[in-house]
């Protein structure tokens, strides 16, 4: 079985200052990683994933995440936060469950950017 | 806009009663995934069905079924209606089951049970 940790519930920052969301997972196998955001009212939108090779994985809107194997984390980061990245956060890992990967994801991180 | 839809945005119900929730996978997708978010458990996938056929299956009750029809929609029915599942459901749907390929998600559907 695996599972996902997402150590903060909230972080507020400021607007153009860095952020770092943080990500354990525990796993017996190979995992895949994922972070997702979810605005308001809307549903989740893959950010970025960890498949294989390098560690270090960019997604979109300037995000990027790296996997570390030994720390079996996958903290998501930006270095200039604007408004419009407040939303909520998803850390997932998937394994191959029944022929289908299925993701379990983190309860969440609210990132709340201020002006 | 993700390309899927979900219909109803929001239901509203009263216990003991049954409900479906739709969904239509974007154009070309054969998979989809059911996923229920609350604020007790966070987001929990319920179920998947590729090209008609149930793949997964998780955290779902026996109250709980759903189906995806040849045209490729998919329906998640809720029978006795408890408190407790007062929710967001999700689907999602991607061009197949690896995980190389991206889940879209729908924008959702609020049931709220009274």
């Known amino acids: 079985a695996q599972s996902v940790t997402q150590l903060d519930s909230q972080v507020p920052v400021f607007e153009e200052a860095p952020v770092e969301l943080r990500c354990n997972y525990s796993?017996?196998?190979?995992?895949?990683l994922f972070w997702y955001v979810q605005y308001p009212n809307q549903g989740l939108q893959l950010l970025l994933k960890?498949?294989?090779?390098?560690?270090l994985v960019k997604g979109i809107n300037g995000f990027e995440a790296e996997f570390n194997k030994s720390q079996t984390s996958f903290h998501l980061r930006k270095p200039s936060v604007h408004i419009s990245d407040t939303a909520e956060y998803f850390c997932a890992v998937s394994d191959r469950t029944g022929g289908s990967y299925i993701p379990t994801f983190g309860r969440g991180t609210s990132l709340i950017v201020h002006p | 806009d993700s390309g899927v839809t979900q219909t109803p945005k929001h239901l509203i119900t009263a216990t003991g009663q049954r409900v479906t929730l739709r969904c239509s996978p974007r154009s070309g997708d054969l998979s989809v995934y059911w996923y229920q978010q609350s604020l007790d458990q966070g987001l929990q996938f319920l179920i998947h069905?590729?090209?008609?056929?149930?793949?997964a299956k998780g955290n779902i009750l026996e109250r709980f079924s759903a189906q995806q029809f040849p045209d490729l929609h998919s329906e998640l029915n809720l029978s006795s209606l408890e408190l407790g599942d007062s929710a967001l459901y999700f689907c999602?749907?991607?061009?197949?089951?690896?995980?190389?390929?991206?889940?879209?998600f729908g924008p959702g559907t609020r049931l709220t049970v009274t």
């Open positions: 796993s017996s196998v190979s995992v895949y």
């Open positions: 960890y498949l294989s090779g390098s560690t």
């Open positions: 069905y590729y090209n008609g056929e149930e793949r």
């Open positions: 999602a749907s991607s061009v197949e089951t690896r995980v190389i390929y991206e889940q879209y």
